[in-house]
Structure formats: C-alpha cells, structure tokens
C-alpha cells in the first residue's frame, strides 16, 4: 500500500470520524506510531490510498 498523498490535519480523530461517516474505505486503522504519529489510511473514490496523521 503506498498513498498518493499525505494530509496532515489538527484533529486525526476527527478527520477519521468524517472518513468513515462519508463512506470512504479505511485501509488502515486508526493507529498511534512510536515516533509521535496518530495516523491512518483510506481509499479515495479514484482508487488511490491517502495517508491522514497528526503530529503528537
């Protein structure tokens, strides 16, 4: 899986509940990286993969 993009947003856990909440395809759960990561991954309408995190 390799995303054609990355978002960096404010609130991840937001941003995850509006994935979910218009549909869109989680192709990576919600998850908390050692380095300082919340991230996680879904599929666009297109068929490409984005990478949504947040720096903690």
Avoid: K, T
Avoid at 12 to 26: F, S, T, W
């Amino acid at each position: 899986m390799h995303p054609v993009a990355s978002l960096q947003v404010e609130d991840v856990d937001a941003a995850h509940a509006a994935a979910e909440a218009a549909g869109l395809e989680i192709v990576h759960a919600l998850s908390d990286e050692e380095w300082g990561v919340r991230r996680f991954f879904f599929r666009d309408p297109a068929g490409n993969v984005v990478n949504v995190l947040e720096h903690r």
